[in-house]
């Protein structure tokens, strides 16, 4: 019996050996061959080489091989001779990575030249309950904005993982919402949820986030402030635009501001400034909101309206805004044939503009203010009327020498001074005709027309025309024309006797 035991014991010996090459006298026996673990440990082999052979091993190679992924293997190289008979022991690591639950098997092999010994051992990766925690929100809101804060857990598992998580929302210290749930998740995969809150009050807030999945606990907590400034803001018209300027208790501009002009939105700048330009009279509504405070406003924009009268040399000019109220200070600029004038009005509205230095004819009048959209309007003029000359009459004695009484003359009435008046006036336009250039004027709605002619005894050399009118657009039949500074300028370097040229000008 005892004989048939030891028989069976020597036939089982080459099964539990490890693999070796033939004529290997190298032998690699792992000290314990199944280990245990989760992604992310370290499993340290301890092993053992035997020397069979008669003659000493060095530089013997350990390794370990298995899966392509889920492992990080290591290698070594062992220095140390052995003898003939003797061992050596050591250790090697494998280090686990994502893997998934269950048992896998790996191979230890020990190389030396063309000798090689392989053993086999397991391991069983358990499954990983690992997860984060993340809460996203900004660390202060004005009052009047929306707040949305993100709540997430990410599994970091390697299989399915089951807990619970909830969170509790509080202000100053008061619980204004709680939530609790049980989930399940996959390996890398998120619960998420936003809190979002519509314009809440002003306060502390904090937000507290749990979790616990298979016993083990996590938490995180978050706080943001509501605040409320103590915002200020300015609105009025200038230079043609409605101004918002928004700014705090130190001054300084507040960017990003809610401003609505006649219900169209803008945001202030980083100036804390919106500018719109206006193009009519009338009250505009400005709608603000300060952090959450509504304002509502009204900027009022005036219109300048022009009439004028003359008297004498001297054209009245009456400046009165949207309203008919007179409006002083304001500054009329006169444009006429010769040139301009400038003149304020006074505390009743009235700016007087000196002929003399415009000229007759038509003159543009146009009234600014930084207050007040711009007002202008044209006007004719003419000097102002020359007295008439008297006409005397001399009597002529009766002659001495005769007896006879002599006859009255016939009463012809005024006649005698009307041939004298249109002889001086049939004088003046001959002279004019022949030899000085004739220049006439008119106004056709939004055009205006210039006709100058050369006299009929001379041609006319180097003619130039300025007029200060508001004019888009010039054309001349002869010579250059340009609108230049408010005036059009219209020069011509000849012009035969009783040749004529034209200028069309289109008004603004």
């Avoid at 204004?176 to 998420?192: H, K, N």
């Avoid at 600029?333 to 003149?343: C, E, H, I, Q």
């Avoid at 336009?429 to 000085?436: K, M």
Wanted: aromatic share 10%; hydrophobic share 40%; charged share 20%.
């Amino acid at each position: 019996m005892k004989f048939k035991a030891i028989l069976l014991i020597i036939l089982l010996i080459p099964i539990f050996l490890p693999r070796v090459s033939a004529q290997s006298p190298l032998v690699i026996v792992p000290l314990n061959d199944d280990f245990t673990g989760v992604p992310g440990d370290t499993i340290i082999i301890p092993f053992q080489l035997r020397n069979l052979g008669n003659q000493t091993v060095s530089n013997v190679t350990v390794y370990v091989t298995g899966p392509a992924e889920g492992f990080l293997y290591g290698s070594k190289v062992i220095r140390e001779p052995i003898e003939p008979n003797g061992t050596i022991q050591d250790t090697i690591s494998v280090k686990l990575l994502n893997l998934d639950p269950g048992r896998y098997n790996l191979t230890i092999v020990a190389r030396a030249g063309s000798s090689y010994s392989e053993a086999r051992i397991t391991i069983s990766v358990k499954t990983l309950v690992d997860y984060t925690l993340r809460i996203d929100v900004n660390d202060e809101y004005t009052y009047g904005s929306n707040v949305t804060a993100l709540l997430k857990i990410t599994s970091q598992a390697n299989g399915v993982i089951i807990g619970r998580l909830g969170y509790t929302l509080s202000r100053d210290g008061t619980v204004l919402e709680t939530f609790t749930t049980t989930i399940y998740l996959r390996p890398g995969e998120s619960w998420v949820k936003e809190l979002k809150l519509t314009t809440p009050r002003v306060g502390d807030y904090s937000v507290y986030f749990w979790a616990n999945f298979s016993g083990r606990f996590k938490s995180k907590r978050a706080t943001f402030r509501v605040y409320q400034r103590n915002l200020r803001y300015d609105a009025y018209f200038k230079d043609g635009a409605i101004y918002v300027h928004v700014y705090d208790e130190n001054g300084q501009g507040v960017p990003d501001i809610s401003v609505k002009i006649n219900g169209i939105p803008f945001k202030t700048d980083d100036g804390g400034t919106v500018s719109y330009l206006v193009e009519k009279p009338g009250t505009y509504e400005v709608v603000l909101n300060l952090d959450g405070k509504v304002v509502k406003t009204f900027v009022e924009v005036r219109k300048l309206f022009l009439s004028a009268t003359q008297e004498n040399e001297t054209l009245l000019v009456r400046v009165v805004d949207s309203t008919g109220k007179p409006v002083p200070n304001i500054t009329v600029t006169a444009s006429g044939p010769l040139g301009k004038d400038y003149s304020a009005t006074n505390s009743s509205g009235i700016a007087e503009i000196d002929l003399k230095k415009t000229g007759y004819g038509t003159i543009m009048l146009r009234a600014e203010s930084s207050r007040y959209m711009g007002g202008e309007t044209s006007v004719k003029v003419a000097p102002p009327a020359k007295p008439t000359p008297t006409p005397t009459t001399t009597t002529t004695p009766p002659a001495a020498t005769t007896t006879t009484p002599a006859k009255p003359p016939k009463n012809h009435g005024p006649l005698a001074a009307i041939l004298l008046i249109a002889g001086v006036l049939l004088a003046g336009t001959s002279y004019a005709a022949f030899f000085r250039p004739i220049i006439q004027e008119e106004m056709l709605d939004r055009y205006y027309f210039v006709k100058v002619r050369a006299p009929k005894l001379r041609g006319m050399e180097g003619f130039r025309f300025e007029k200060g009118v508001n004019a888009i657009e010039v054309k001349a039949t002869k010579g250059r024309a340009e609108i230049k500074d408010g005036l059009i300028v219209w020069e011509i370097e000849h012009l035969e006797p009783e040749e004529e040229a034209y200028l069309q000008v289109i008004l603004g």
